[in-house]
């Protein structure tokens, strides 16, 4: 009995962890990440409307729309507060939330995530999502996606994302100076090889953040399956941690 009481008692102090995954992602991506965390955390993880197999809303995909499925998530848990980890499109909608609903965020840590957004950016980022063009010339992946979403349609899915990216490069979401309300605890980790994004403009959004550090993940190119998780675990707990007892 008193193990069982420990054990509640432990359950009920652990941090609450939700992780997001980037577009054309889904959850399964983390499935090492979150058995190398759940000792210490309660682990949470979805799939975004249109990833994963879960059906695709008849609205336009967006930042605030992808924002709002987290929030009702949260709500249909009955979770009061937690931990956002956001992986490139997941890191901006976790920012989205830290500003937007802060009293519900403990802290954030983005990996990867594009910040930036203009028409020559989206423009760029749109021109390598040719459905057409991966199944030619990348089958491999495009079988990949085929199995992650299944039985979903990658390709239309494939489109509303680029759709999205174009609305990005209209107007971004978050504007820069935005960032200087969010008071949540954030971590920006960037691989020091990321082509998609910059180390510019992870600098750039540090800086305007009140509270926040920055990691370099050395070796690392942007796709979150060539990160080393290793060296992402060391940084994502010595964070949560110091976050916890602050």
Known sequence: RSIDHAISFKLICMQ???LLHGAMGAKEQFKN????????????????????GIPIAYENFSIP????????????????KVSLFGYSMGGYVAMYVALNYQERISSVITLAAKFHWDKSTAEKEIKMMDAETIASKLPNFATQLQARHAPLDWKL???KCA??????GEENTLKLEDYANVKTKSLLLIG???????????IAVYKQL????????????????QVNEQVLLVMMKQFLRRSEVQ
């Open 192 to 202: 020091d090889r990321d082509k998609m994004v910059t180390i510019d403009e992870t």
């Open 210 to 225: 009140p509270d926040a550090a920055m990691g370099l993940l050395p070796s690392t190119p942007h796709p979150v399956e």
């Open 33 to 52: 990440i979150a058995a190398a965390l759940k000792n210490e955390f309660i682990v949470h993880t979805l799939n975004f409307s249109g990833h994963g």
């Open 163 to 168: 759709d999205m990216l174009h609305d990005l």
């Open 16 to 18: 609450h962890l939700l």
């Open 157 to 159: 899915l494939l489109r």
């Open 65 to 80: 729309f992808f924002a709002a499925e987290v929030m009702n998530y949260l709500d249909n848990n009955n979770l009061d």
